[in-house]
């Protein structure tokens, strides 16, 4: 590796930017009376013969996940009945599963989605890509409300359940993510140590030092492990991402990458996968839509374009439809 020094500034615009577009929970924005009125509208939506739905993806489908649940919390209060239940009453398909969705807590959206990577399939088998989609993208805090959500829900702990499904390289990186504060942000100095040890663990080694990659990267905040990917682009002529590719393999590497980029090139790259070929993810497609609103869907949308060179909204319009695509699309347009 190259002994120079590399300049690693980032303007605090720049930083700024990239913080807020990280921030899944975006701040409320409805009063208790503005609540009472959507839940309100919600029930009148699906009351009587027939629904109109337009109504309905309009009070649910922009919504951030607080103002959402301030949204549930004036229905269980004011309407009384089971919100849930009603819209599974009165809609269908994936229009009624998104819809489902997107009036749960996104700590339960994900807890959810990891107990189907873990049991969904028969009990056989364990989708350790479902895993890393949200294990490797989610923040300390988020992570603590999900191993929340999980307990409440399956009466178990989520630590339990991942360490009895995967277990080498994968488990220690899950279990790093998992348990690590990541609240303590590192300097310019260690910014260039940690860039010159993953050199020195990968290529510059015969073999790989696996638990050097993990511990820079699973046990460090996200804006550390962009700096020191900066530094080992500019050292090295390659990228971090592509370092991690030639010295390791499998669902290790998978989520040594995902934690090695911007999370919102993540989850634009799931959205691609999703939609990609002959049929559609239907279930990778609502996930990261519902669980990406709020101020991260503006990046996520911007880095889809720049990947794949059309607007997200265009490959949504021609792969869903009807109401399930109009509900995807006020998603999306609420937040770009």
Same mark, same amino acid.
């Given at each position: 590796?190259?002994?120079? /020094?590399?300049?690693?500034?980032?303007? !605090?615009?720049? #930083?700024?930017?990239?913080?807020?577009?990280?921030?899944?929970? $975006?701040?409320? +924005?409805?009063?208790?009376?503005? !609540?009472?009125?959507?839940?309100? $509208?919600? &029930?009148?939506?699906?009351?009587?013969? @027939? +629904?109109?739905?337009?109504?309905?993806?309009?009070?649910?489908?922009?919504?951030?996940?607080?103002?959402?649940?301030?949204?549930?919390?004036?229905?269980?209060?004011?309407?009384?009945?089971?919100?849930?239940?009603?819209?599974?009453?009165?809609?269908?398909?994936?229009?009624?599963?998104?819809?489902?969705?997107?009036?749960?807590?996104?700590?339960?959206?994900?807890?959810?989605?990891?107990?189907?990577?873990?049991? *969904?399939?028969?009990?056989?088998?364990?989708?350790?890509?479902?895993?890393?989609?949200?294990?490797?993208?989610?923040?300390?805090?988020?992570?603590?409300?999900?191993?929340? $959500?999980?307990?409440?829900?399956?009466?178990?702990?989520?630590?339990?359940?991942?360490? @009895?499904?995967?277990?080498?390289?994968?488990?220690?990186?899950?279990?790093?993510?998992?348990?690590?504060?990541?609240?303590?942000?590192? %300097?310019?100095?260690?910014? /260039?140590? %940690?860039?010159?040890?993953? #050199? %020195?663990?990968?290529?510059?080694?015969? @073999?790989?030092?696996?638990? $050097?990659?993990?511990?820079?990267?699973?046990?460090?905040?996200?804006?550390?492990?962009?700096?020191? !990917?900066?530094?080992?682009? /500019?050292?090295? *002529?390659?990228?971090?991402?592509?370092?991690?590719?030639?010295?390791?393999?499998?669902?290790?590497? &998978?989520?040594?990458?995902?934690?090695?980029?911007?999370?919102?090139?993540?989850?634009?790259?799931?959205?691609?996968?999703?939609?990609? *070929?002959?049929?559609?993810?239907?279930?990778?497609?609502?996930?990261?839509?519902?669980?990406?609103?709020?101020?991260?869907?503006?990046?996520?949308?911007?880095?889809?374009? +720049?990947?794949?060179?059309?607007?997200?909204?265009?490959?949504?319009? *021609?792969?869903?439809?009807?109401?399930?695509?109009?509900?995807?699309?006020?998603?999306? /347009?609420?937040?770009?």
């Amino acid at each position: 590796m190259a002994d120079a /020094q590399v300049e690693n500034k980032e303007s !605090a615009e720049d #930083f700024m930017e990239r913080f807020m577009a990280s921030l899944r929970l $975006a701040p409320p +924005t409805l009063s208790s009376l503005e !609540a009472n009125d959507a839940a309100f $509208a919600i &029930r009148a939506a699906m009351k009587g013969p @027939g +629904t109109n739905d337009d109504e309905l993806i309009e009070q649910i489908a922009d919504k951030s996940d607080v103002d959402m649940q301030l949204i549930v919390a004036a229905w269980n209060a004011k309407v009384k009945r089971d919100l849930i239940k009603d819209l599974k009453h009165e809609l269908s398909g994936h229009y009624e599963d998104v819809m489902v969705m997107l009036v749960k807590p996104i700590a339960q959206v994900d807890a959810e989605w990891l107990h189907f990577a873990m049991k *969904g399939h028969g009990g056989i088998g364990t989708n350790e890509s479902m895993l890393t989609d949200v294990l490797c993208t989610r923040s300390p805090f988020e992570l603590r409300n999900i191993a929340d $959500a999980y307990d409440k829900l399956y009466g178990v702990s989520l630590v339990a359940e991942i360490r @009895g499904e995967v277990s080498g390289n994968l488990e220690n990186v899950y279990m790093a993510v998992l348990s690590s504060p990541r609240d303590t942000m590192p %300097d310019a100095a260690q910014d /260039q140590k %940690d860039c010159t040890q993953l #050199f %020195d663990a990968g290529v510059d080694k015969i @073999g790989t030092d696996e638990a $050097a990659f993990i511990r820079i990267l699973a046990e460090n905040p996200r804006e550390h492990v962009m700096a020191v !990917a900066r530094l080992y682009e /500019q050292a090295n *002529g390659k990228t971090l991402v592509e370092a991690i590719q030639s010295e390791t393999s499998g669902h290790f590497q &998978r989520a040594l990458v995902a934690l090695a980029k911007e999370e919102y090139v993540h989850h634009a790259e799931q959205l691609h996968s999703a939609m990609k *070929g002959l049929g559609t993810n239907d279930r990778k497609l609502m996930h990261t839509m519902v669980t990406c609103r709020g101020p991260l869907m503006k990046r996520v949308a911007t880095a889809f374009r +720049t990947l794949y060179g059309k607007p997200l909204e265009n490959w949504i319009e *021609g792969d869903t439809s009807f109401k399930y695509e109009t509900a995807l699309l006020a998603i999306l /347009q609420q937040w770009t």
